[in-house]
């Protein structure tokens, strides 16, 4: 997969680009990933990227010409390039979408800045991208979020093909309570059932710890989770011993 990120301030992803999964990811070819400085795409010889807005206002719009001749760059390149702007006003983030987005042969990320972009710009992109219900100072953020949690769903990324499938939102259940060595730690200890060696009821009970999480945190996951009989029925004695698990929501 390859991803472009578009930004003002393209050394802001040198660190973290540079670290632990998403720097092997990079070195094993399995994702390639380059941060276009929008300064680049500027039409005047002071590389302008922004304006005052229409009308008056605080703060400054990033312009409509260097962001659209960018994505045609990146377009001309990658004709089949799916082009998402991180902005507060777009859709949720979540893992579903991250699944999506790692099936993509190439993506483009465009940070806004400053007050936001140009309105016009929505003519030219595919899709816009939220990472949550707050107002963050730019885009770059967001799209790292996006690109990590991408890099990490894609083949071979973390080295074990399983970790990922059991992650939490995978069939919309959080991951269930985990530990490591010592087995007690001050006083508190691992569940026997861990150190038990048996595989089949390490599983059941790992799949009853997620039902449980998901009922006591996220019970909205739950609607659309992929139940079994049997986890209804585990679902039903968690309801009839608590019965309102909104009330810590
Ligand atoms: C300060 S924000 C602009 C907010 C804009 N004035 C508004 O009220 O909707 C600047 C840029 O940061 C990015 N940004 C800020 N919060 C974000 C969020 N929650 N999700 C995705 N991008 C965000 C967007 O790219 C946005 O254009």
């Not at 002071?46 to 962001?67: A, N, S, W, Y």
């Amino acid at each position: 997969m390859h991803i472009d990120i578009l930004t003002l301030f393209p050394e802001f992803f040198v660190g973290p680009l540079g670290q632990s999964i998403l720097k092997r990811a990079q070195t094993q070819g399995i994702v390639t990933i380059d941060c276009l400085n929008l300064r680049d795409f500027a039409l005047d010889r002071h590389r302008v990227t922004d304006d005052r807005p229409f009308g008056g206002g605080p703060g400054m719009v990033l312009k409509i010409e260097p962001l659209v001749r960018a994505i045609g760059w990146v377009r001309e390149r990658r004709p089949q390039v799916r082009v998402i702007l991180l902005s507060p006003q777009g859709r949720l983030f979540t893992q579903g979408m991250a699944q999506e987005l790692a099936r993509l042969e190439n993506l483009l990320l465009i940070c806004g800045h400053y007050e936001g972009v140009d309105e016009r710009l929505q003519y030219f992109i595919d899709a816009e991208i939220s990472l949550g219900d707050f107002i963050l100072t730019g885009g770059e953020i967001p799209a790292l979020a996006i690109v990590d949690a991408v890099t990490r769903l894609l083949p071979g990324a973390l080295g074990d093909e399983n970790s990922a499938a059991e992650d939490s939102f995978k069939d919309n259940l959080l991951k269930g309570p985990q530990y490591t060595r010592p087995r007690e730690f001050a006083g508190y200890t691992v569940p026997e059932v861990l150190l038990s060696g048996d595989h089949q009821r390490i599983a059941r009970w790992r799949r009853q710890e997620a039902l449980r999480r998901t009922w006591e945190r996220r019970p909205d996951l739950l609607v659309r989770a992929n139940l079994t009989p049997e986890d209804l029925a585990f679902l039903a004695t968690l309801a009839a011993a608590t019965p309102d698990p909104g009330e810590f929501a």
